[in-house]
């Protein structure tokens, strides 16, 4: 048998060949190493058939239904590939909808009160890293990734230019998930309080981070560090399933009830297309600066 016609070779050469970002990539390594190369590594290509699939799929715990799909999908792109190469005549994943599933989070956004007391359970130094989140509907990744220069505090401005993904433990930093930057008016009643976090706690100089890890200021918080103090904090408030990711959500549900139009909150949290953030960018961008004041009014202040 040619070592190409073995799966373990064949899927390294496809995964070292993928155009894809590094957080795809990183996903794709741990679900071959976990649940692929030791099903099918020594395999022939030609051996996998549709029983043996389906032998496997059965396998795979029911539990985690989104994982069951999205490990699926990734043999079925492999062998997809080796149809293409001619190395086997057809794709024996034809299990029908096994990669597909339905969400199993529902989203319940946090209230203006619960933003609050959250903020009130985390050490101080994350209380901004809570406001941003929510008020301004930023991923993880690129709140770990904001440093100095990228807060205008006279104009209430926070730019959006990077994030930061980790791969087997490492940063990398590179543009936030869309590809695009965007820029995003804080309302008015944390812009203060942003200054203050700035001051107290932001690495020094133009470049320093605004939330770094505690044993090195040159590194980004790791998610790891801020989801054990969010677990004591959500379980304080009362909202033992909250992810530290719903505070996105919430802020895209506070800018909805400001009066934000549905092109607004996708640029404000960083949805659009290219297109179409070209598009509605200038548009936008006076009414961001009146959401912010109506998420301040939210807030109580």
Request: glycine residues 8%; proline residues 6%; aromatic residues 6%.
């Amino acid at each position: 048998m040619r070592a190409i016609e073995a799966f373990a070779p064949y899927a390294e050469t496809w995964l070292e060949q993928r155009d894809i970002k590094t957080r795809t990539r990183a996903l794709y390594r741990r679900q071959l190493d976990r649940f692929l190369l030791p099903e099918f590594g020594d395999m022939s290509l030609r051996d996998i058939t549709p029983a043996v699939v389906r032998s496997w799929y059965s396998g795979l715990d029911p539990n985690h239904p989104t994982q069951r799909a999205h490990v699926y999908s990734l043999l079925r792109a492999i062998l997809n590939e080796a149809v293409r190469d001619e190395i086997i005549s057809r794709n024996p994943c034809n299990i029908r909808s096994a990669s597909v599933t339905k969400r199993q989070i529902t989203i319940d956004p946090a209230t203006p009160e619960e933003i609050k007391a959250l903020m009130a359970e985390m050490p101080q130094r994350y209380h901004a890293f809570v406001l941003i989140g929510a008020w301004c509907g930023l991923r993880f990744g690129e709140m770990s990734e904001l440093r100095r220069r990228d807060i205008d505090l006279v104009s209430g401005v926070i730019h959006v230019r990077r994030a930061v993904v980790w791969d087997g433990g490492e940063p990398v930093v590179g543009p936030p998930k869309n590809g695009l930057g965007r820029s995003v008016t804080m309302p008015p009643h944390m812009v203060e309080l942003v200054a203050v976090h700035i001051e107290k706690f932001a690495a020094p100089g133009p470049d320093g981070l605004l939330f770094h890890a505690m044993k090195d200021p040159s590194r980004q918080v790791g998610s790891n560090t801020v989801r054990r103090h969010w677990i004591k904090a959500r379980n304080a408030v009362g909202r033992p399933t909250m992810r530290v990711h719903d505070l996105r959500h919430s802020g895209a549900v506070l800018a909805v009830r400001a009066g934000a139009t549905g092109k607004e909150t996708q640029d404000r949290l960083g949805h659009l297309s290219a297109g179409a953030a070209d598009r509605y960018q200038h548009a936008a961008r006076g009414r961001d600066a009146e959401i912010a004041k109506k998420l301040s009014e939210l807030a109580g202040y």
